[in-house]
């Protein structure tokens, strides 16, 4: 064999190598997104769509719009627990996988440092990925949220809707679907509760949350904020990692 051709096979065997080396740095990348819903944040610039353009396209605030029960209108979150300070925001969305792999490592952990004091907790659940994905979910799932929060019951609706979040991203959830989920939830009023979810009593206050959140620059989700400054998240590879980054920023802003 000529050397010309053992030098080909040697670059055809190294040039392979790369490729399965960069193949498996790939993969691992995509398991830890999905392992940790971290690092695959979902971002708001829609469809190629620039973030001035999309901000310029939603509607203005409606300083009238029906808020739900203890909401500060027009675009406040809701509070959970009895906590005065600091700041505890989280901005997220109902069909955002990322915000459900968050819920299901961290969700309870981050609703008892609002039921035990420790934080003023505030959720604020944005609609966004309806324009991403085409469909009106977020928008449909947050307003019923609205309805649960009326009676007492957004946390126990907010955890039924990320258990329930379809697999394929952009399925989104019906009516008689959210419906069930305040059933499961505990809301004791149904017949209230479905009216409110029918008649979209809330589709106000939704586009205010999501236009208060364009404000604040909220341009993933999910995304906390402490005092009203973002906590950096990116360099997490656990949920421990995140945990302990979320302490910290408590424990500074205390």
């Known amino acids: 064999m000529s050397q010309t051709g053992r030098e080909s096979k040697r670059d ?27 690092i695959g944040l979902v971002f708001l610039v829609v469809a190629g769509v620039g973030l001035g353009v999309y901000l310029s ?38 069909q955002c996988p990322a915000c459900k792999a968050l819920e299901d490592a961290l969700g309870s952990y981050i609703e008892g440092l609002g039921t035990a004091g420790k934080v003023k907790l505030v959720y604020h ?5 309806d324009q991403n994905l085409n469909n009106d979910s977020s928008l449909r799932a947050a307003n019923a949220s609205g309805c649960a929060q009326d009676q007492g ?41 479905t009216q409110c979810v029918n008649n ?8 205010n ?6 404000t604040a620059q909220i341009t993933s989700t999910p995304t906390f904020t402490i005092d ?9 590879k656990s949920y421990d990692e995140v945990k302990t980054m979320l302490d910290q920023a408590i424990a500074a802003a205390s």
């Open 12 to 38: 055809f065997r190294e040039r392979q190598a790369q490729e399965r080396a960069q193949q498996a740095a790939t993969q691992q990348r995509k398991e830890r997104m999905i392992r940790f819903g971290l």
């Open 57 to 94: 396209n939603r509607p203005k605030t409606d300083t009238a719009a029906s808020v739900p029960k203890g909401v500060i209108p027009p675009g406040g979150g809701v509070v959970v627990g009895t906590g005065t300070k600091p700041l505890l925001d989280v901005w997220e969305d109902f």
């Open 125 to 129: 659940p944005l609609s966004f990925l």
């Open 153 to 193: 019951k957004f946390r126990p609706f907010h955890d039924q809707v990320y258990k329930n979040q379809p697999a394929k991203e952009g399925t989104g959830y019906t009516d008689a679907q959210l419906l069930e989920f305040g059933k499961a939830a505990g809301v004791a009023d149904m017949a209230t509760f």
């Open 200 to 207: 979209r009593t809330y589709y106000g206050w939704v586009n």
């Open 209 to 214: 949350v999501q236009l208060s959140g364009n």
């Open 228 to 236: 009203g400054k973002k906590i950096d998240f990116s360099t997490a």
